[in-house]
């Protein structure tokens, strides 16, 4: 008997008839009953199990090609996973692989009438699980969609680690000359209530409605289902772990907004617009992100300069690390002078989040900074850990320290604006 | 009328709410809060569920598109609520009730609960859908009419609370939404009008049975579902009132009747009751597509949950005619009200008072005062109340003086020294002078005089007697 079987189960006291549901998590078999509940009935308690009905065969769809409206932008819809626009198939408990650009429509209709929807399935993955190779594969995908004449990309992508890869999007194109969105979404899409649709549509919105390029995020803007807001790809930070509206951009504000009812667009800020593509994919993996804290091991020193090239510190305040009083603290300050001293790359930020590092205010910041630790200003911990990676990938250590502190993809922000602390 | 030949079909939904916390959050269950602080609006989408179908009732909702404002408190609604946080576990108080509640009803609880989602999407669930779980099967109740199938037990979260409506916005308070709820269903095998009301009694004296149900306006409600021959099941939704059961069940049955006459076939839709035994079409019926896992929460295993015996309430009135010679109507009154745990206690203490004083006391002590003094004494404790009892008992504080008693502690302001009884001889000393001051006042009078005199420290029987004597 399968998931799908219509059975019945007898057990001691009753008779349950309804479908077989997949169960991966208890022993106990779940039957679908008629009126739609879910029971779990336990192994102990069946007298007899019997199969009335095979599954019925899923009837499979030939997917018919849309009809492009020459007067409307192509946008490619790229799904990598994660909560937004995934079908779930409750007879196997399995999310489909199956992302075509009708299985889309159908989910958010209001879409086609924005612009010409085509589709790619690139990857299915919780986006926890990312590596670099498949920001390499999404890179590569854009790559190729660009050159076939899309207007521009949506990337349906799962929100944990979204900004690492609208991050490492925005560094690996050195020239971009399509908008490329990352949308994420809070709540799945299989309930009523989901901020998939809002946020997907929100985002063709802004690309059939602006000429420009560039790697955006799109998101709920508060809990409202009102408005959308574009958000920088190296200064925004998911900061809340269920929120809609978790996306925030840090040390700057949006890029624009868009309001869902009357599908006004809204610019804050001048808008970038590249003429051509070009692409530094590498990226390297030697490079640590280490976040400070009272009672630190040395050890994790040891093993972060024995392993790595370089080392971002998410480090207190300022840009404090535990290494300036005491024997173990000195240690720290030993291990990290002579990691530098060899050609490995220290990178300070802050673990407050809101707001710039300082090299010089405190003598222990002085201290680290005295040793060739590099201060990121306003960077976010996450981009400086991205940033490095890609620098290392494509230059040399002497190029990536200069780089670095450097503002390449709007991830510095020289002058904070008081209103953007919240 | 013979509703047997009718074809009639008829079983009820009882929906009540629990007193405990909500069932998927820590909030309160406060359902009529203050005024609101939190403001919020959303759209909702019509979704293909578990079967791969967008449900009838959920796409005739989504044709409307409407925005959905809602309103909260901060003091009973959280993120859950407003469905940006996942729900927490199942809430034990809640289940446990459930469970009890099964047992009540002679149903069978389910080996693994599993909570689903019941797609809604008039806006009245933040999240689209309703989270409901099926815990008990196959149960029954005894009625004068024979036994009556409780096929169903559910425990569900209550919706939220419509609050205005036109044709682009809906308004909800979010008070009362997630608030633990017991839905009990009965077969169709309901016999006639009456005998319908007679089951939601019943149903409903069970529930209250154990004692952790909201009580109130609002807190219990039923559903009807009707059909007669040549018909279709019809969903009557939101009885308040227990009386007007027969009543709507019989303007239904000449509505479709009268359908039926005119040859029009009469379609399947939920109906609301209106005043006058009328109702009026909400929406069409909601089918098995509306129902999908709730993948947030692990299933529940019932049997890891060790419950108390619960006695129903009609048993109670029983025994407390029989064991502490209540009559039938303070029986009732005691066995249904939250007093009669306090009851229990005191009368399990009591050596010389006896039951009908403590029930009496009990239920009708606090109205007598609001009444006499304009004074709410709910303020008074379980623990204050059998400490009173146990003074009474033990002669320390006159029986008289009870309710003088009750109001000094509401106040705070009791003191047991105060009610130290006066000396039999001082007394007969007391009474005999002002008899022999008053040689003209009736006994009735004297009587007055005497108890303003020793306001609440002297019992009202010895000091007629000792008048009497003295008059002789």
């Known amino acids: 008997m399968k998931p799908g079987d219509t059975i019945k189960v007898r057990t001691k006291e009753n008779e349950f008839t309804g479908i077989l549901m997949p169960n991966e998590e208890t022993d106990s078999v779940i039957v679908k009953l008629d009126n739609g509940y879910n029971i779990g009935i336990s192994p102990k308690s069946i007298v007899k199990k019997e199969l009335l009905k095979n599954k019925p065969a899923s009837d499979t769809k030939k997917e018919t090609p849309l009809k492009k409206d020459p007067k409307k932008k192509t946008i490619t819809v790229l799904h990598t996973g994660g909560t937004i626009a995934s079908k779930v198939d ?163 504000g949006p890029v624009a907004r868009i309001d869902y009812i009357d599908r006004k667009l809204e610019l804050f800020n001048d808008i970038y617009k590249g003429n051509k593509l070009t692409i530094k994919p590498e990226l390297s993996d030697k490079v640590g992100l280490i976040k400070t804290h009272t009672n630190m091991s040395t050890s994790l020193f040891e093993f972060a300069t024995k392993n790595y090239k370089a080392i971002v510190i998410e480090g207190t305040g300022l840009g404090h690390a535990p290494t300036s009083i005491g024997k173990e603290n000195l240690k720290k300050y030993e291990i990290l002078k002579s990691f530098i001293k060899k050609g490995g790359i220290v990178a300070i930020t802050s673990q407050c989040i809101y707001g710039r590092v300082h090299p010089t205010v405190y003598s222990n910041l002085r201290r680290l900074s005295n040793i060739g630790c590099i201060f990121c200003e306003d960077m976010l911990p996450e981009t400086a850990y991205i940033k490095l990676s890609w620098l290392l990938g494509n230059y040399s250590t002497k190029e990536t320290k200069e780089l670095l502190p450097k503002n390449l993809r709007g991830e510095i922000n020289f002058r904070l604006d008081p209103g953007d602390f919240y | 009328m ?120 008039d806006g009245s669930n933040v999240s689209g859908f309703q989270r409901t779980a099926l815990i008990a099967v196959d149960g029954y109740i005894d009625t004068s009419k024979g036994k009556i199938n409780i096929p169903l037990i559910c425990l569900e979260e209550e919706a939220a609370k419509k609050v205005t409506e036109d044709d682009k ?99 399947s839709t939920v109906r609301k009751a209106e005043q006058g035994g009328k109702t009026v079409f909400l929406r069409p019926m909601p089918g098995s597509a509306r129902m999908y896992p709730e993948t947030d929460i692990l299933p529940v295993i019932p049997s890891d949950i060790a419950l108390d015996d619960i006695e129903l309430i009609d048993d109670k009135v029983k025994r407390y005619g029989k064991e502490f010679g209540l009559g039938e109507d303070l029986a009732k009154k005691v066995a249904k009200s939250a007093a009669s745990a306090t ?55 006159p029986k008289g003086a009870i309710l003088d008693a009750l109001v000094a502690i509401s106040k705070g302001k009791f003191n047991k020294d105060a009610y130290k009884g006066v000396s039999q001889a001082e007394l007969k000393k007391s009474i005999a002078e002002i008899v022999k001051d008053n040689p003209d006042k009736p006994f009735g009078a004297l009587m007055g005089m005497i108890m303003a005199k020793f306001s609440g420290k002297v019992d009202g029987k010895v000091v007629s007697e000792i008048i009497k004597e003295q008059l002789k």
Do not use: W
């Open chain 1, 90 to 252: 409750y007879e196997t408990g399995g999310v489909t692989a199956h992302f075509t650009a009708s299985d889309l429509i159908q989910l958010v209709p209001e879409i086609k009438d924005i612009a010409n929807i085509e589709t790619d399935l690139v990857a299915n993955m919780m986006s926890e699980d990312m590596n670099f190779s498949d920001y390499q594969k999404i890179a590569k995908a854009i790559q190729r969609h660009a050159k076939a004449g899309t207007d521009g990309i949506i990337i349906g992508h799962g929100t944990d680690t979204l900004t690492y890869t609208a991050a490492a999007l925005a560094f690996m194109f050195e020239e971009i000359d399509i908008p490329v969105i990352l949308v994420g979404s809070q709540r799945s899409s299989d309930r009523g209530s989901s901020d998939a649709a809002m946020n997907l549509i929100c985002a063709a919105q802004f690309i059939s409605g602006i000429d420009t390029s560039g790697v955006y995020i799109c998101m709920h803007e508060n809990t409202d289902d009102d408005s959308c807001v574009i958000l920088p790809a190296t200064k925004t930070r998911k900061m809340h772990t269920s929120r809609r509206d978790a996306f925030k951009p840090v040390n700057c």
């Open chain 2, 2 to 121: 013979d509703y047997e030949k009718l074809g009639f079909m008829c079983g009820i939904e009882i929906h009540q709410q629990l007193e405990t916390h909500k069932l998927y959050c820590e909030c309160p269950s406060i359902v009529h809060d203050k005024d609101p602080d939190i403001f919020f609006s959303r759209k909702l989408r019509a979704v293909a569920g578990e079967t791969g179908k967008v449900d009838a009732a959920a796409s005739h909702e989504k044709k409307k598109d409407r925005i959905f404002n809602y309103q909260a408190c901060t003091t009973s609604s959280c993120l859950v609520e407003m469905d940006e946080e996942p729900p927490h576990p199942m809430n034990k108080e809640a289940l446990e009730i459930g469970l009890q509640a099964a047992h009540l009803f002679n149903a069978k609880v389910i080996d693994e609960i599993q909570v689903m989602r019941k797609t809604v999407v």
């Open chain 2, 169 to 267: 916005t809906v308004t909800f308070r979010l008070d009362r939404l997630g608030v633990p709820l017991i839905e009990v269903s009965t077969d169709a095998g309901i016999k006639d009008p009456d005998h319908a009301k007679e089951c939601a009694e019943k149903i409903g004296m069970i529930l209250r049975s154990t004692s952790r149900v909201k009580r109130g306006i609002g807190t219990i409600r039923q559903d009807v579902n009707v059909s007669i021959k040549g018909g279709v099941r019809t969903e009557i939704k939101g009885f308040q009132d227990l009386k007007s059961i027969p009543d709507i069940i019989i303007g239904e049955i000449s509505r479709q009747q009268k359908l039926l006459k005119k040859g029009e076939k009469v379609k």
């Open chain 2, 343 to 397: 009851f229990e206690k005191a009368i399990e203490k009591s050596k010389v008072i006896k039951g009908p004083f403590i029930a009496e006391t009990l239920i009708s002590a606090p109205r007598e005062i609001r009444r006499k003094n304009d004074i709410d004494i709910s303020n008074v404790s379980e623990n204050q109340y059998l400490n009173l009892f146990a003074l009474i008992d033990a002669g320390k504080v």
